[in-house]
């Protein structure tokens, strides 16, 4: 069974709390991803993202270059063991309704998992599933499932 593990992304970019809300945009746009993880020495301490940058940040018209990210980020952060099925990561993400799940080894960050690696994973896994059908009904109905050309071997 595969599990969180095998597909979440392991280069995590983290801010501290104390870190302004201009560097974590900056450090988001440098790296091309919609949220950061905000942690110190103990560990986790929340969750930055797009979502929370416009609802927190610009709407209340707080300065960017002075705003602590630990003051605006999310703070109760759900996150998933890196040893729980993949079925629990559609489970948390239908009922929270975020993008970015952190991952947790023994309590500490190990790694996070967004929407689109998730549904990436499951379509690259759909597609191999109907492609293995595809080879066992052709092999099955007689096809040479090798002959890619569409032509004699002996031609």
């Known amino acids: 069974m595969a599990a969180i593990r ?3 992304v392991t280069e995590m970019v983290t801010v501290a ?3 302004t809300v201009l560097e974590a945009a900056n450090r988001m746009r440098q790296n091309r991803v919609g949220a950061v993880l905000v942690v ?3 560990g986790l301490l929340g969750l930055f993202s797009e979502r ?3 609802s927190r940040v610009i709407t209340e018209h707080r300065d960017p270059q002075t705003t602590k990210v630990g003051q605006v980020c ?3 952060v759900a996150t998933i063991d890196v040893d729980q099925p993949l079925k629990q990561v559609l ?3 239908r009922a929270r ?3 970015h799940l952190p991952v947790l080894e023994k309590s500490r960050p190990v790694g996070i998992l967004s929407t689109r690696d998730f549904l990436a ?3 690259d896994g759909l597609e191999r599933h109907v492609d293995h059908a595809k080879f066992k009904s052709d092999l099955a109905a007689g096809v040479d499932v090798y002959d890619h050309l569409g032509g004699a071997y002996g031609a």
């Open 6 to 8: 095998d597909l979440m």
């Open 40 to 42: 110190d020495q103990d």
């Open 17 to 19: 709390p104390e870190d």
């Open 74 to 76: 999310t703070g109760t």
């Open 91 to 93: 489970a948390i993400f």
């Open 52 to 54: 929370d940058l416009v």
């Open 121 to 123: 994973y499951l379509v």
């Open 97 to 99: 309704k975020f993008r």
